[in-house]
């Protein structure tokens, strides 16, 4: 694909291997090089890829100048210090989100991305998903009236993380959604919680997140690992219409219902049942369609959808979010950081 000659992946645990299958569908197997410090991991790699590159390493794969482009897809207390020396060698760098663990650490990133003139992007996935972009169409083009509130829900009794709290496993890719559908500046966040699995102070298995935006719109969500179904579903309340995006459904992930409730001359309310359409959207897989846009972005110098900057945005939530956990669910501003 276009002047791309190879592309690094660190880390090929759990999120890693999907990112080491889709640049080896895009680029080619003999164009990907994989690093990992567990020798399992990269035996794993080679069974399923016999042409694809392997390394321990990862100063031999971050300075090797053949290699424009890193993927890193490793545990979060490690993104900002190889995020920052990939960006010093000059790398075009896609990180797993959340960007850092620390606003300040990103705000770093953003800028030293900046200065070296490199592609820095967050790999929030639900960005590149057809029915979401779909469904932002349809916000922009007022379908849906004044947006009134989103409602989310980010569920689960399979995968409770050891290394985070859900706030920053879950609660990143959740606060990502609401940001690019709302599309306006948040200003306070409320964030309640439990430790009902006797894990360490900090590490929640259930939020409940609220965050207000700007002109009064509201994005509330429940994230959880102590759920008996596993939700994967997004509602936005219009003052026309409403519509509700549902990844867990196998077709039809993007319902736009026709209802509202309208003031009546009796001083009342009438409510209005209309239509349900089901747009016909894409099936591509929205981590090929990211992968994919994240070397468009630096081949042909654009900035990506999902940049430092969104996830800089992404993270400022979230750390308000920690922040009112820690005061008993006290609402809290969301730090407001300038990026030079």
């Known amino acids: 694909m276009g002047n791309v000659e190879n592309v690094a992946v660190i880390g090929a645990g759990k999120w890693g291997k ?8 895009i680029l080619g197997q003999s164009n990907v090089t994989v690093c990992d410090s567990d020798q399992e991991h990269l035996e794993e790699v080679k069974r399923d890829y016999k042409e694809i590159c392997t390394s321990r390493s990862c100063d031999e794969v971050i300075d090797d100048e053949s290699i424009p482009a890193t993927v890193i897809a490793t545990p979060g207390a490690t993104h900002f210090e190889l995020t920052e020396r990939a960006l010093r060698a000059g790398k075009h760098v896609l990180v797993e989100r959340p960007l850092t663990q620390k606003v300040s650490d990103a705000v770093k990133l953003v800028e030293l991305a900046r200065d070296r003139d490199t592609t820095l992007m967050v790999d929030h996935l639900l960005e590149y998903h057809s029915a979401v972009e779909v469904l932002r169409e349809k916000i922009d083009s007022g379908e849906l009236g004044d947006i009134y509130y989103v ?66 719109v509201k994005a509330h969500s429940h994230l959880s690992w102590l759920d008996p179904h596993k939700t994967r579903r997004m509602t936005v309340v219009g003052s026309k219409k409403m519509a509700t995006f549902d990844d867990m459904e196998s077709r039809n992930k993007l319902w736009i219902f026709d209802k509202g409730a309208e003031k009546s001359g009796e001083g009342g309310f009438n409510v209005r049942y209309g239509d349900v359409h089901i747009p ?28 430092g900057e969104d996830g800089l945005e992404v993270l400022k939530v979230l750390d308000a979010a920690r922040r009112s956990l820690k005061n008993g669910g006290k609402p809290t501003i969301v730090m407001n950081v300038e990026v030079e």
């Open 18 to 25: 999907y990112l080491v299958r889709n640049f080896s569908e």
């Open 151 to 216: 409602h989310g829900q980010r569920l689960d009794l399979e995968d409770v993380e050891t290394e985070e709290d859900i706030l920053w496993s879950l609660g990143s890719q959740e606060v990502s959604l609401m940001l690019y559908l709302v599309d306006k500046e948040p200003k306070e966040v409320t964030a309640h919680g439990g430790r009902y699995l006797e894990r360490d102070e900090g590490k929640e298995d259930t939020v409940f997140l609220t965050v207000e935006f700007e002109d009064g």
């Open 280 to 307: 016909n959207v894409s099936l591509e897989e929205p981590m090929k369609k990211m992968c994919r846009h994240f070397l468009e972005s630096f081949e042909n110098g654009t900035e990506p959808r999902s940049d």
